[in-house]
């Protein structure tokens, strides 16, 4: 992988499994990173360590709902060449039960998050007259259907689009937009409902063909990739890392 040494890195929903182990990978790559969550300090502070294994990270509490908290991480951080937005929540809820609290939720921290960390970077770029890259954490189910799970999804779908119609507008200032899309993770959302929820652990058993769920050091892997020179002509792209899950593989007949 390419080095990363002197670019300046920014990774909300920092304090969580993905943007920590983003977070380790992009620092042992030399960047400077800076994670932003809605966690105070204490409460971070298992995920901060797991990001500060090869070195010193930066920690700015902030939640990406709040756009003035965003714009002022953001305008710290100098030289700004890559914004990831990877700040996200996903509740299994089946889609006769969702509320329109929960609804508002998804879209508030999932899509008007991405919203705000992007405009946000990509201005702030701009005004620099300075090239970088922004990142969304998307999800193979932003095309895929899966149970129980419609809120965050269609949620995603959005971010997709979003981060499309960004490459387009945002390419002659040398802005390059894509999104990151994993598989099924053993953290968060996923983890938990593998631990509590019979029936997903068994749908997931059956769905990977891969065999095993991806880790979130894998996402991290090719989250770098993403920000390296060997992306340098990759806009407005989706890299698919799902382990083979959208290839649409089911069970046997008969298989449990």
């Known amino acids: ?18 943007g920590a ?12 990173i800076t994670l932003i969550d809605r966690k105070s300090p204490a409460e971070a502070a298992p995920w901060l360590a797991r990001a500060r294994e090869h070195g010193d990270v930066a920690y700015v509490q902030a939640d990406v709902r709040d756009r003035d908290a965003i714009e002022a991480a ?33 879209l508030d921290v999932n899509l008007t998050g991405c919203f705000n960390l992007g405009q946000a970077a990509a201005r702030l770029m701009v005004e620099r007259d300075r090239p970088g890259r922004i990142i969304f ?5 932003q095309e895929v259907p899966w149970p129980e799970i419609a809120a965050y999804s269609a949620t995603k779908a959005g971010v997709r689009m979003l981060a499309r119609s960004m490459a387009r507008e945002l390419a002659p200032h040398k802005i390059l937009v894509n999104v990151i899309a994993p598989g099924i993770v053993n953290a968060g959302l996923a983890r938990h409902q593998m631990e509590t929820e ?18 979130a050091e894998q996402v991290a892997r ?8 060997a992306a340098d002509y990759m806009t407005g792209s989706v890299l698919l890392v799902d382990g083979g899950l959208s ?3 089911f069970a046997e007949d008969g298989a449990d």
């Open 21 to 32: 182990a983003m977070g380790a990978e992009l620092r042992r790559l030399g960047a400077a």
């Open 247 to 249: 290839l649409f593989q």
């Open 74 to 106: 953001l305008v710290a951080i100098d030289p700004l060449d890559v914004a990831i937005g990877n700040a996200a929540i996903g509740h299994g809820i089946p889609f006769l039960e969702i509320t329109p609290r929960q609804w508002q939720e998804h």
């Open 1 to 18: 992988m390419d080095r990363l040494d002197g670019k300046g890195i920014a990774i909300t929903g920092g304090a969580g499994d993905i």
């Open 222 to 229: 090719a989250t770098a990739f993403l920000c390296s020179d």
């Open 198 to 215: 019979p029936q997903y652990a068994r749908r997931v058993r059956h769905v990977i063909p891969l065999g095993v769920p991806q880790t």
């Open 137 to 141: 954490t998307g999800t193979w189910v």
